[in-house]
Structures are given as C-alpha cells and as structure tokens.
C-alpha cells in the first residue's frame, strides 16, 4: 500500500511519458532510513507496463568492492539473444579487461583508455536494447553502489540523449557513502529528486485500517503516529508488536507504544549504524550513553570528536531520522537506543558507562547524573563513587521517587565493604526507601542494620525505620525486633542516653498498635490514654506519636466517646506540620479518629494549610492517602461529586501505593455513595493489596456486601456482613462509624423478611451510638430503628432530624427527611421535611435522593405508584412479584442481569422502598 506518494507517482508518470516520446531523465528518490524508497521502486514497474523494459539492480554495503556488480545485476536482464554486433559478449570483456587493469572500488583507473572502452560497450549494449522497448532503470541504495558501476552509471547519466530510457534511483538520506564523489555526480545529474515525507496522522489511520478497512481507534492511531513520525518502518513494526502486547483499548496506549521495541526494527536500524563512519557511530554511543538533552559539547567529548565531526555525525543522525530535529538532542524513539545498545560488547557497553560517569562527575553534572551511569557499570571502583549514589537517592526520595532511591542505594551497599556503622546507616536509608515498595526486604535491612550497631540507643533509632504497621498485620519478626529494642532500652545504660526517652515512647507506640486487633491491648490502649490526664502531652514528635496510636484505639473499641476523640485528635492536629509526606507516620491514624468522630473541620483546615506547604519527601502512598482524606472531607461537606472524583484520581495509582487507611476512607465514601461501579473497582484494587489486615478485610466484605445486594443477592450479602461484624466484635472493634457492617444488615434482614432480627441489630446499633455520641451516627441509628417501627417511630424519626441538624453530614438528614416525610404520608409536616430533603439533595449532588423526595410530594391519590417507572422499571418490578430471580428477569426479558440490576435500583429509589418486598407491595395488582 503507497500512502501519500501521489506526488512522487505522477512525475514518475511524467517522466515516463516524456521517455517514450524521446526525452529521457534520471530521477532520484531520497528519504531517511524506512521512509519506504524501495518499496515505491519496487511498484513503478507495474505503472510502466508491459511496454517497458525493465532493468532493476540492488546495491549492497557487502558488495560494494565486486566491481561491476551493479551494472552486472542490469545487464544479466537484458535478453540472451545477441544482434550481429555481438554486443553481449562486451560485458564479458569488459569484467575480464577491469579485473586485469586493477579496476576496483578507488577513483583512480591505470589505464583510463581501456576504462573508457568498457564504459562505451556497456553503453552501446543499451542503446542497442533501447531501439525497440522503453528501457526502465531502476536502482536501489545507490550509494553502495561499487566504483566501476558508479563510474558507468554517471557515464550513462552523461550520454542520456537519444535514449529511449528513465532512470530511476534511490538514495539514502544521512548515508555517509551519500557524499562520495561519483555519488554525487550520478545524484547531481537527477532531473527530479522525489523526497518523501512521513506519513500524516491520515496515512497512519489508513495504514492500520488494513485490508478489511476497519477503522482503528484513535487514540492508537494518535499513539502510534507520535511514537513513529510518519516513518513507514517504524509504524508497521510498532503495529505489529502491539497486535501480540496490547488488548485494543488500554488507558496507557502511548506510554506502551513509547517503550515498544520491536527486534525486527531493533536490528534493522542496528544494520544501519553498523556501517556507518565511525564519527557517526561514536555520537550515536554517546546519546545513548548520556542520555536526551545533553549538553553537545559533553556529548562530543564523549565521542571523541571535534566540533566540526560532531556536527557532522550529528546531521547525518538527524537525516537517517534516528535523532529528532529541532535544538535538543535525543533519539526519535527508545528503540534506537536498543539498537545502538545492541552493537556494544559488555565490556564495551561498560566501559562507555564509565567514561559518561567520570565525564559528568568532572564537569559537576547532577548526582543523579552521574549515578545512572554507576548503576550500570558493575564495578565501579572509585573512590566518589558511593557519595554520589547516596546523594542520588537522597535527591530521589525527596522528590517522592522511592523506586529510584532504592535503586541508588542498593548499588550503594553492593559495592560497601566494611561492616560498620557506615554500612548500618546505608541499610537504614535503604529500608526507608523501601518501606512502601518492598517491606519484606524493608524489615530484613532494619534487622541487619541493628545488628551493627553497638549503643541500645542507636538499635532503637534502626529499629523505627520500620513503617508503622497502621491497621495492617504486623509481622512477627517486627514485633519481635521492637521489643529486643524497647528492652535494651530500658535496660541499664540505655535509659542514661540523650534521647532515650522519646525513643521509648515511640518504640510503646508501635508496640501498642501492633495489638490493635486484639481486645485485651486496646483496653490497655485505653487505659494507658486516660492515665495521661485529661489533656495527654502532644508537644513532642513521640508524644504524638503515641498519643495517636492509643486515641485510634478508643476510637476503634469505642471506649472513648466522640468528643473525647474530638478534642484530642484536633490537639495533634493543631502541633503537626502541616506536610504531605505522612503516609508512614502515624497521623492516618489520627485522620480516622477523627473521621468516625465526625470532626472534620480541624481536618479541613490541616490538608488546606498542606497544600500551601512545599511538598518535600512524598511518595505515590502519600498523594492516595491525600486524595482519601480530602474525599471523605468533601464527603461530610456534603460535596459527593467532588469526593468521587478524588477517589476516581486515586484509582489511577499503582496498587503499591493504596496503604490500608486510604483503602478504607475511599471505602467509606463509596459506602456513601452507593456507587456500584466505583465499588466494584475498589474491590478490585483493595484485593491487589496483600496481605491485608482486618481493616482492610472487612472493607472488602463490606464493598462486596453492597454488590451483591445490588445483584438480588441478599442472603449471601447478609450472611459476608454477619461474619464480618463477628470478626470485628472479636477483635474488639465495636465501633462501626469506621466500618458500617450493622447499618447494612438492618437493611438486608428487613429485605429478607426477618423484622425481629433486624429489629435486635438496631437496638444494638442505636445503644452503641448513644454511648459515642457522635450525631451522624446516632441520627442514622434512630432512622433505621424509626424506620424498622413502622407507625411507631416517627417520635424516633423526628429525634434523628433534630440530631442531624447538628452534623455537617447534610445527606445523612436528607434521607431522614425523606423518611419522615414518606411516614408520615400527607400533611404540613411531611411536606416541608420532603421539601427540605429535595433541596438539600439537590444542593449536594445527590439527583436520586432528590427524585424520592420530590416523587413523595406528589399525592398517592391521583398518582399511583408505578407512574413514575419507566416501562421497563414497571416491567422488571412486576416480574419480581411473579417470584423471578434477576437471571431469570434477564433472560425473559432478552437484557443483561446488569440492566436488570440498575433498574431495581432505579425503581427502589423512586418508591421509596428498600428491597423487593416492599417493591411488590408498593405496586398495584395487576
């Protein structure tokens, strides 16, 4: 397929309609490497026809000193048949006269008589050829075409006239062998030079479309075309590696097409550099040694040229189309990279490192610079050599590159031989690194460090390079290793040392919390806080540090009410730098206590004074954990479009970086939401996570509650929550502001049928919440329990809005309004609280919350229930009162089970009913 070369097409047809009419040209075909310059020579001979003689030869660099092989490849094609002249034979004479005078591939010709003889009898042969069919000539790569061919071919490009003939030949752009001097004397005799360009992003649609003509996406052909420039070659290569790499659709399309490297193309483009002059070659080492955007002059000293070469190489690179034009100097696309790679021996690979890295250490180029270079050199054997990959992974972690600086680090200790505190403080920096990517290998370079240190004082400093555990499992070895340090600690002279008493407190703080799913520590927890006082001293990093890890554990157990948690928690805040980096502190902690408190506001205050902060040492786990605070912020400011969009920006992260807090406040506001999409993608990452502890379990349990219960499955639904809050109550976590298991069951075993149940959970539920006090919760225990009365509990609806009205949680007495209003049926009283709830639901963001209330407005008299379904919702209800599971509705129907699901839950918000129950109730016989 020729895509835009139209052009090229008609003056070659041009040209050929002049050659029959007496008028011979010579044209010439330029383009970089893969522009497609032999397959357009390949296709002319099928424009010429069956008039046209055609002459066709293919110059190789492997041949380029067989004398005649070129003109040899055009005259084996003329017919064996010989006129009386016996021209034939000339080429034979001519091979045997070039070799016996020494004719070969240098300018200079012994005898130019004896030369100028075979040129003539080759060129009568084609005159002779030429009197009956158009000749068409047609040769490929012409710049490695041998000296004699070269020296005939300029000849005849001289003594065209009176040739019924068009010569047509291609020629490499950036070739070195492009700027021979016969070369150019064939070139400079071109009529036409035909230049082809990249294809445009319509050629790439065109070319991917294939034979069936179906139409690629767009985003692949946007990717597809930036990565390759228009370059044919490249293009077909990408495509075809995509076709087994990549499932049609992906959200990083252009990221993956940017690091494809197709071996075929890979080895295409190495030829190329293979035989180019060796200036060419050593520029093309050296970007690839140094990298894109690099300084020219370093790059030229790196190579070992001058100014001028370098320039050279340079342009030659740029006209190949293997380094992108414009002032920086990079390569076009990682592939060539791989190419230029792939011509270097290890050792010359290695040594090519080490060259760049004394380069850029001499010339004082960034740490990270230099270290990338050390990274790839396995013995780097110099005295810098450590300082700089500290520095490189220190620079690394403050710009929340952890990865990197493990990288750094890792090459760091390989080469650090003594073992020593030096070594201990290496494995330190490392395990900080790693603490978020890797904390198996974490834990075990904290180990190895405290084993080289000699004081108590600096094992415990080692020791709490260990990340907080924040409502993960911690393992046994960890905890193990922070009570052998609590315990020299404590032991004679360790208590004698600067500092041991912050460290001690600090070491009790992660001791205490790694028993936090055992109920016996978290009533020690509890009383450990209340024996501070009724004010606990924050003042210091390790009296916060331990003051948030027992106020989690109130919060948790519920033994210590809201306002408690209220107060405390807000006290933290308000002595804590406001900095984004605390996703492996303990400060998550104090975010939750607070959260299940109900106390935001201090929280808003605290993420809004970081975000004017400067943003030093925060990672991927920092900026998830950010996004899941500001979301369940937003949340309780009754903004529920904003907080889904943080949590829809964090489902974009890695799953290394959801720590289990940021999973369960995303869970939360999902519980709010009721989304079932977004819950099902945050099953989906929370499952990526392992291991995982309680917190993060009963999250999943929790989300996949909810789903099924979308799905009509709401006695497996049921039977996940009832396990789930067992678990929890084992633990010791009474509290399920955090986990809201009990609210979920209330509601099922009501769908189910099962009133009293229902009813016992409730009166659990609602004691609960009147002993935490916080007024969210309470107002949602007393509707559901107002709810579960039926006629005998609005004096408890009526408690709950008054509560609510004290709560920033506006949604959470919008659906207490709609409850109360639908109780109460007609009316002033019920009117206003239905008018209320539709404008606070409308003024958070919640559309179906408003339809119910504003459907409960209207009168049941004159507007039967059903009015307000569509046909399909009315549809889909009356097959639920017939009995039919949601399979069976789907394929009675001829729909999805998806499409059954969403208009249940259409229909359950419109009538105000919570399961299919009292749907079938709500619905008039039919």
């Not at 835009?4 to 029959?20: P, V």
């Not at 190579?303 to 380094?323: K, M, N, P, T």
Request: one cysteine or more.
């Amino acid at each position: 397929m020729l895509l835009e070369r139209e052009d090229a097409l008609a003056r070659f047809r041009a040209a050929l309609d002049a050659a029959q009419r007496g008028v011979p040209s010579l044209l010439l075909i330029t383009g970089p490497l893969g522009s497609g310059r032999s397959e357009l020579l390949r296709r002319l001979p099928e424009l010429a026809g069956d008039d046209a003689r055609v002459l066709r030869a293919s110059a190789a660099w492997r041949e380029r000193d067989y004398a005649f092989g070129v003109a040899r490849q055009l005259l084996d094609r003329l017919p064996d048949t010989a006129d009386d002249t016996g021209h034939p034979g000339c080429l034979a004479d001519a091979e045997y006269t070039s070799r016996s005078i020494g004719i070969d591939n240098h300018l200079d010709t012994p005898d130019p008589a004896v030369s100028e003889a075979v040129l003539q009898a080759a060129h009568a042969l084609l005159t002779d050829a030429a009197r009956s069919r158009l000749l068409l000539i047609l040769v490929d790569d012409l710049q490695w075409a041998d000296a004699p061919s070269l020296r005939w071919l300029a000849h005849l490009a001289r003594r065209l006239h009176g040739l019924r003939a068009l010569l047509v030949y291609t020629l490499a752009d950036g070739d070195h062998r492009a700027r021979h001097p016969l070369v150019r004397e064939v070139a400079g005799a071109a009529r036409a030079v035909l230049r082809l360009a990249p294809l445009s992003r319509d050629a790439t649609r065109a070319l991917l479309a294939g034979p069936h003509g179906r139409p690629p996406q767009d985003a692949l052909v946007r990717a597809l075309h930036d990565a390759s420039g228009g370059n044919p070659l490249f293009l077909t290569a990408f495509r075809s590696a995509l076709d087994a790499s990549l499932l049609p659709g992906s959200h990083e399309l252009a990221l993956t097409v940017r690091k494809l490297s197709p071996p075929a193309l890979r080895d295409r483009i190495a030829g190329h550099l293979r035989i180019q002059s060796e200036p060419v070659r050593g520029v093309a080492n050296a970007v690839a040694a140094l990298g894109d955007h690099i300084d020219p002059a370093l790059l030229a000293q790196l190579a070992g040229v001058d100014e001028i070469g370098f320039s050279g190489a340079r342009r030659a690179l740029v006209e190949a189309g293997l380094l992108a034009r414009g002032r920086d100097i990079r390569f076009v696309h990682g592939v060539v990279r791989d190419a230029v790679d792939s011509l270097l021996t290890l050792g010359e690979r290695e040594r090519s490192h080490n060259a760049a890295a004394d380069l850029l250490y001499r010339c004082g180029r960034p740490t990270e610079q230099v270290a990338s270079h050390l990274l790839a050199v396995v013995h780097p054997g110099r005295p810098w050599s450590e300082t700089v990959l500290r520095a490189a992974a220190l620079n690394a972690q403050r710009a929340g590159r952890p990865a990197d600086a493990a990288r750094y680090l890792r090459r760091a200790l390989l080469h650090h031989r003594t073992q020593d505190d030096s070594r201990a403080r290496l494995l330190m920096d490392l395990a900080t690194a790693e603490r978020a990517l890797a904390p198996d290998a974490c834990e075990r370079h904290v180990s190895q460090a405290v084993a080289l240190l000699g004081t108590p004082r600096d094992r415990a400093v080692a020791a709490l390079h260990l990340p907080p555990n924040l409502l993960a499992a911690p393992t046994p070895s960890a905890v193990e290793l922070l009570r052998r340090a609590a315990a020299a600690l404590d032991g004679p002279g360790g208590e004698e040392e600067e500092g041991s008493g912050d460290l001690a407190l600090r070491l009790e703080a992660r001791l205490r919390h790694a028993g936090h799913e055992n109920p016996v520590e978290l009533a020690a927890s509890v009383a450990r806080l209340r024996g501070m006082g009724p004010t606990p001293p924050v003042d210091t990093v390790a009296e916060r540090e331990l003051v948030s890890v027992l106020l989690c554990a109130g919060a948790l157990s519920g033994r210590l009410g809201a306002e408690e948690v209220s107060r405390t928690g807000n006290r933290i805040l308000e002595r804590e730098p406001a900095t984004a980096a605390h996703a492996h502190t303990t400060l998550p902690l104090v975010m939750i206590a607070l959260f299940v408190a109900e106390s935001v506001r201090g929280v808003a205050c605290w993420l809004s004074s970081e975000q004017r902060t400067r943003r030093l040492y925060s990672t991927g786990a920092d900026e998830v954990l950010l996004t899941a605070e500001r979301a369940f912020v937003l949340m309780a400011q009754g903004r529920p479009a904003a907080a889904r969009e943080h949590v829809e920006r964090a489902l974009t992260k890695d799953a290394d970086a959801w720590s289990e807090p940021a999973a369960l406040l995303h869970a939360s506001v999902a519980f709010e939401l009721r989304d079932q999409d977004l819950s099902e993608r945050l099953l989906e990452r929370t499952r990526e996570r392992r291991p995982a502890g309680l917190a993060l379990t009963a999250t999943r349990e929790i989300l996949r509650a909810g789903l099924d219960t979308q799905r009509g499955l709401g006695r497996e639904a049921l039977d996940g929550l009832l396990a789930c809050g067992r678990r929890l109550e084992t633990a010791g976590w009474c509290n399920s502001a955090l986990l809201p298991w009990r609210p979920y069951a209330i509601d099922l075993h009501q769908r189910l049928g099962e009133s009293e149940a229902a009813l016992r959970l409730a009166e659990e539920e609602l004691g609960w919440a009147r002993d935490w006090g916080a007024p969210a919760a309470l107002g949602r225990a007393l509707r559901l329990k107002g709810w579960l009365l039926q006629g005998d509990g609005l004096d408890l609806l009526r408690e709950a809005v008054a509560v609510l009205r004290t709560s920033p949680y506006e949604v959470e007495l919008a659906r207490t309004l709609v409850v109360l209003g639908r109780r109460l049926r007609s009316g002033t009283e019920a009117e206003a609280a239905l008018r209320e709830a539709a404008r606070i639901a409308a003024t958070c963001g919640v559309p179906w919350l408003a339809e119910r209330a504003e459907h409960g407005l209207g009168s049941a008299a004159t507007t039967p229930p059903a009015a307000a379904l569509t046909p399909s919702e009315r549809r889909v209800a009356f097959l639920v009162g017939r009995g039919l599971t949601n399979q069976a509705i789907a394929t009675e129907l001829g729909v999805s089970s998806r499409a059954v699901e969403k208009h249940l839950t259409s229909a359950y918000r419109k009538l105000g009913v919570s399961g299919r129950r009292e749907l079938v109730n709500a619905l008039p016989a039919r």
